[in-house]
């Protein structure tokens, strides 16, 4: 592929629900551009942006993939994007890189749950956004209700530029609304149209949404205004340059309409991206840091070269494989970049285009281009590359936490070895991701944003790095603490045949509030206790608080004042002070009211609205609490306070309470008193566990 300069490329994401057809739409462009020699379809295999073992058997796209291409003299990075819910953190990673995009509707369903997510992360980065209304040949689908719902939700800036001619089976075309002229196609053709006049069934409503369209485009412009005021109309002319202004303002958002897998509307659309589309010299600017400063970055031609990685993808036979966004300057084969998080040299040797899993090595990239390189030694996604240690950074894109966690272990002892290694390369990946161990319970869990999300790394994980583990549900992180206070005696005494051992002290154990973990007091005088034995009665203390006292659960929020105690000058000895330090804090356990806590989670659900009221009565089920709604548009935010044991299947139950039109996010808030029935249960359970161990 030649080099083409920064004004000649167009970066455009293909953005929207699951199923809309992103992958197929790519399909189609890439045939139609004569990138490909067929219109690969997603239920036959693998097309060129889902080529992953999981996105051909599952037929959905997991993770972002980039096709690049020619078209009338541009360059065209195509970028699809996932549009599950649970991925959808991948799509906004990827949207960092592009400049324009194009939000996927179903001509059935309309927008969708994600449709507004997606809809929120272009406005995030300030990008063009324009409409397809794609799948128009199946049965019940409607251009004109598609239409009502899109403006009803995102105002009437959305505008049709494009109509179709004839529905559901009997879709054929579509008709210009800019020049006023018809396109029609052979269905599953090569994406070529024949162009035609406007047939008489269908001028009446192309003169009234050509009206509307022109009304639109002067209302943004003064001079356009004067001019639909004086003559009725505007120019052709007129027309495309008010609308290339207004689109990329987001004032004006164009509506297109298609059928990707017919391949109805490919040329169409891709007309409008050559034309209409900005280039990455235009107003896009990513978050940065200058010198320490603040600022927003914009594609600079002429400067020094540097690059933002926006992507990484661990190949099990090239490595790891950088995916990155030139920002600055040229970048050429072979050049040499510093990293600026890590200060290391790196060597981009065979710099390359991305189209899907191939890379098409290239002389060089220029500024605003969308490249790929492998094997780079310590580059992570979000890194920045530049060719001198003072540049610009490039800020990466905050993750947000994830929403659920399992517990993850290996079958094997092979396994065991190999999964660290394993996760690793899935990690730098896949930065949504998150594994640790669990202090308390000893677990190592796997987090992510979705019971299928885990499924696919584990996945992953048997066919790409023969790993075989196991998922199941994390222990709960149970806590002990106390509610009254006691005084007691800890005295350890113990004669041998030689120096024995003694050790005496008097504490007073009560309640601390919630979070404060663990005080202690020393309140000896005249020298009851040696100073150099206090610390083992309180390392007592705190190696008995460890193993529980009611369940076995760490003991927590409470203090400890050492008041009074004895010793004997020969047989006092540290550990004999550790030992009465243990005694005494179980006997005060069995005297200041032990109780159970549970973690309890902030737990926050995205929903339509008509599921919100069986969602908030689930809650309550659940032992939670409602504590806020937040009402935009068609949906519903519910903030809820529920104990972490009744979430452990909450993705599940939600995907088919809703079905799969909700999302919900969690994280730990504080820990708070078990009711009495839960806290028996646990306790016996406890119990019953402790006894199985020790028989073993």
């Not at 926050?604 to 806020?628: C, H, I, K, Q, Y």
Request: charge should be negative; hydrophobic fraction near 40%; aromatic fraction near 8%.
């Amino acid at each position: 592929m030649r080099v083409f300069d920064s004004s000649d490329i167009r970066n455009v994401a293909l953005i929207g629900h699951g199923h809309c057809g992103k992958t197929s739409l790519t399909s189609a462009l890439l045939y139609t551009a004569g990138a490909t020699e067929r219109h690969l379809k997603v239920d036959e295999g693998a097309t060129v942006t889902d080529f992953d073992e999981e996105e051909v058997s599952r037929k959905l796209t997991v993770s972002s993939a980039v096709a690049s291409f020619p078209w009338r003299n541009v360059k065209v990075n195509l970028i699809d994007t996932p549009g599950y819910n649970i991925f959808l953190t991948d799509a906004r990673s990827t949207l960092y890189a592009a400049d324009a995009s194009v939000v996927l509707l179903d001509g059935v369903a309309g927008p969708e749950v994600s449709t507004e997510k997606v809809w929120q992360y272009a406005e995030e980065f300030r990008l063009p956004v324009a409409f397809l209304v794609n799948k128009l040949d199946r049965e019940r689908s409607s251009f004109e209700r598609v239409l009502d719902s899109v403006q009803e939700v995102f105002g009437r800036a959305a505008v049709p530029v494009a109509l179709p001619i004839g529905s559901e089976k009997t879709f054929t075309g579509v008709i210009d609304l800019i020049r006023m002229r018809a396109y029609t196609y052979k269905q599953g053709g090569d994406g070529k149209a024949k162009e035609e006049e406007i047939p008489a069934s269908e001028q009446a409503a192309a003169d009234a949404a050509h009206e509307a369209l022109v009304e639109m485009i002067a209302e943004g412009n003064d001079e356009l205004m004067e001019e639909f005021f004086a003559n009725g109309t505007l120019p052709v002319e007129h027309i495309v340059s008010g609308l290339q202004q207004g689109f990329r303002e987001r004032r004006i958002f164009p509506i297109f309409c298609g059928c990707a897998t017919g391949n109805i509307g490919s040329d169409v659309l891709l007309n409008s991206i050559a034309e209409l589309f900005p280039s990455p010299l235009e107003e896009h600017e990513i978050p940065a840091t200058d010198d320490g400063k603040q600022i927003m970055a914009k594609v600079k031609p002429s400067d020094s070269p540097s690059l933002m990685v926006f992507k990484t993808t661990a190949d099990p036979f090239a490595g790891r494989i950088s995916y990155f966004k030139v920002m600055s300057g040229t970048v050429k084969d072979d050049a040499h970049l510093i990293n600026r998080r890590s200060n290391g040299n790196e060597r981009l040797a065979h710099i390359a285009t991305p189209f899907g899993k191939n890379l098409q090595a290239v002389s060089e990239l220029r500024a605003g281009d969308i490249g790929a390189v492998a094997k780079l030694k310590d580059t992570l996604t979000g890194d920045t590359l530049c060719e001198k240690a003072n540049c610009v950074v490039y800020r990466p894109l905050d993750v947000p936490e994830p929403s659920i966690a399992y517990a993850i272990s290996a079958k094997t002892r092979n396994d065991e070895d190999r999964l660290s290694t394993a996760l690793a390369k899935i990690l730098e990946e896949d930065r949504s991701l998150r594994f640790y161990r669990d202090g308390q319970t000893k677990e190592f869990l796997l987090a992510g944003n979705g019971q299928q999300h885990l499924e696919i790394v584990v996945s992953r994980l048997r066919n790409r790095y023969h790993v075989e583990v196991e998922l199941k549900a994390p222990k709960v992180p149970y806590r002990e603490t106390v509610r009254g206070s006691a005084s007691v005696q800890g005295r350890h005494k113990k004669q041998t045949g030689g120096h024995g051992q003694f050790g005496d002290c008097w504490i007073k154990v009560e309640p601390l509030p919630r979070g404060e973990k663990f005080q202690f007091v020393n309140d000896i005088f005249g020298g009851a206790i040696p100073k150099q034995y206090i610390p083992a009665v309180e390392k007592g203390i705190l190696e008995a608080a460890e193993q529980g006292f009611v369940a076995g659960y760490p003991v927590t929020d409470f203090k400890v004042t050492l008041y009074d105690g004895s010793y004997h000058d020969v047989d006092s000895s540290e550990m004999a002070f550790k030992l009465a330090g243990r005694k005494a804090f179980r006997a005060a356990m069995q005297q200041a009211k032990p109780a159970l806590l549970e973690p309890i989670m902030n737990v926050e659900v995205e929903t339509p609205t008509e599921f919100a009221g069986d969602l908030m009565s689930d809650f309550n089920s659940r032992r939670g609490r409602v504590a806020g709604m937040d009402l935009k548009g068609n949906r519903q935010t519910i903030r809820a306070q529920v104990p972490m044991s009744e979430m452990l299947n909450y993705g599940n139950d939600l995907t088919s309470k809703t079905q799969g039109r909700a999302s919900f996010h969690m994280e730990f808030d504080h820990y708070d008193y078990v009711p009495g029935m839960q806290a028996e249960k646990i306790i016996t359970a406890a119990k019953a566990n402790l006894h199985l161990e020790e028989e073993e």
